[in-house]
């Protein structure tokens, strides 16, 4: 397996980055686009693996999809399809598997959808069961609730379903995509708490871009009446402030100064509190609303903190190891949705904490770490992107640090390494 090593900073630098298009705001876009009726012109769109897995999929169903560098035009039916029997691989891209199950619902013929070892244990039950109430046939070809799916298209309808909140927003926001195309209305009803609210916020603002009015009840219920439609539209990719994190957290750990020029401060993304995070454990921010910056400066002493990542969850490895070096116990809540995504995320810092000589205890949903002085080693990475880009930030500050598949990297952020070198921190091929 390929490793690679890191060189750390020698000093501190002042440096700015730009970071790529977020893979949320993309695919949510790309499947809005193809239910739309027209030409529709994305810009700013991630260049990660998952997003490109989508658009081959979508591609396979019938839309019309052309490239242009940075930029997608997509030709939809108004979410009419042809009539297709095929299988879709999804491989390791959670969010292309719980949008198209749905998408599929629409196409007439079979539709098997598969992936990795990985994504045949992940959850998609409570998806599943909302379509089925909606109108939908779909069965499951392996372990019952998870992946692989079979789904004969075009019948499911519309109605009232109830979907449990606690689990994956991913639910919501598939059901809520192709709630404009179904023939009768949609109403969401949440059981229990509604968990990671700004992926919800994020799907619809992308609707209202596209024209479809939903009503939000208080994140209890969602609803969307019928005789709507998606507009065709220019739309511009937000940058992925997950991605973000990770230079923020470099700044953290080595007293530099680092901005990322082309984040929104006001997005609702739920990764930009990132900063402010870091604010409370002894950083200093900066942030420049009209310009679209925000800059994030470190400081000589990092405190522990107790915080709720509920709405940031993607980010919660990259916090986990700002800890190891802050001073005190840090207590990061609101985690249940990490064990059920690319690797069992909990478990896995834990795992590699250890290894740096960091003490840590895990509860369903929350991790405390005991900062104290890191040492290197070599990471696992799980086959999990946000592993690998959240312990490379320790590799900014101690020398020594290894991080096996490093290519990873590519489901969300490819050209992750070659933006970490040109601040300074250097990854040599072991």
Not at 164 to 193: C, H, N, W
Not at 328 to 356: C, P, S, Y
Not at 358 to 386: A, F, M, Q, V, W
Request: proline share 4%; with cysteine.
């Amino acid at each position: 397996m390929k490793i690679i090593e890191l060189r750390p900073l020698s000093k501190p630098v002042t440096q700015s980055v730009v970071i790529p298009g977020s893979k949320s705001y993309t695919n949510r876009a790309l499947v809005m686009a193809s239910l739309a009726h027209g030409k529709s012109l994305i810009s700013g769109i991630s260049e990660s693996n998952d997003s490109i897995t989508m658009i081959n999929c979508l591609k396979k169903l019938g839309i019309r999809i052309r490239r242009m560098k940075d930029q997608a035009e997509v030709i939809g039916d108004g979410g009419y399809f042809k009539k297709k029997d095929l299988v879709l691989d999804l491989n390791h891209a959670g969010t292309a598997m719980r949008f198209l199950t749905a998408v599929a619902c629409l196409v007439p013929g079979r539709i098997v959808l598969d992936g990795s070892e990985r994504m045949r244990n992940r959850p998609i039950r409570e998806l599943v069961d909302a379509l089925i109430k909606l109108g939908a046939k779909i069965s499951y070809l392996g372990q019952t609730g998870c992946p692989p799916v079979v789904v004969h298209g075009k019948n499911i309808k519309g109605g009232t379903v109830c979907v449990k909140g606690d689990i994956s927003s991913q639910y919501f926001t598939a059901l809520l995509m192709i709630g404009p195309v179904l023939k009768e209305k949609l109403k969401i009803k949440v059981l229990g708490r509604s968990i990671s609210r700004s992926y919800i916020d994020m799907t619809i603002g992308g609707l209202k871009d596209f024209g479809v009015r939903v009503k939000n009840n208080h994140y209890r219920e969602y609803l969307i009446e019928k005789n709507q439609y998606y507009s065709p539209v220019r739309y511009e990719v937000e940058a992925d402030s997950s991605g973000a994190s990770y230079f923020w957290a470099v700044a953290a750990l080595t007293r530099s100064r680092i901005k990322v020029k082309n984040i929104n401060p006001l997005s609702v993304q739920g990764d930009i509190g990132f900063a402010d995070v870091l604010k409370r454990m002894g950083c200093r921010i900066k942030k420049n609303i009209p310009e679209r910056w925000i800059e994030v400066e470190g400081t000589a002493k990092l405190k522990g903190i107790e915080v709720d990542m509920s709405l940031m969850p993607d980010t919660a490895q990259t916090l986990a190891v700002v800890a190891a070096f802050a001073k005190g116990k840090t207590k990061i809540t609101g985690l249940a949705t990490l064990k059920i995504k690319e690797t069992d995320r909990l478990q896995a810092i834990k795992n590699e904490l250890i290894k740096m000589g960091i003490k840590s205890k895990t509860t369903n949903d929350s991790i405390i770490i005991e900062g104290g002085c890191p040492s290197s080693c070599l990471i696992n990475t799980y086959g999990d992107h946000r592993m690998a880009m959240a312990f490379a930030v320790a590799g900014s500050r101690i020398e020594g640090m290894k991080i096996e598949d490093p290519d990873v990297v590519g489901k969300s952020f490819p050209d992750f390494w070659q933006r970490l070198s040109h601040l300074g921190v250097k990854p040599v091929l072991l």
